[in-house]
């Protein structure tokens, strides 16, 4: 494991030691080896520092974790609370993460994420080609239907499926639907 520190502010402000904030330092533990194709190493440090303040002074946002180092940090940075425990989501969510289109994190009042349904490979996260096949109906089903029962499993209180095409705005409650798009699994 390597450590690295990060804060929120500039590190020329007025209380900072060492270009640090005390009271907003957070380390993260992150690990040096893992499948290169998980995108494991490069850690977007803002995308945490913007998580941690977030998480202090917001109730509603959400930000883009475009690889598995940043989910990782995010998870490890991230106020647990009601059934929303963030080391067990990063321990739990596996490939559910690299076959996503996209991820996001963020509060809705309390914990929320958002897992976007890829409809060619290439669009996974974990992908390293630029084409790619398209997924079937039947198999960004079966995707969405993994990803639902992780969510349970991690106790979510609310799991919606929006439906493709998007301007419908139909949204699936605890099933995949017939046209998957993104999932909301949100903890209260």
Known sequence: MRTTSICCGPPKEANCVGG????????????EEHDVNSNYRNVQADIVRFVQLGQRVSTNFTVNLSNRATFDAVMNAALGGNNFMPSEVAATIGTLFDDAMQVEFGAEGSAVLYIDVPFFTHQRIASTTGGGDRYTDEQRRDYTQKVITWARSMRADEITVQQYPTVADLFVDNSPGENPYRIRIWWD
Request: without cysteine; proline residues 17%.
């Open 20 to 31: 640090l904030l005390p009271a907003m330092q957070q380390t993260l533990m992150i690990p």
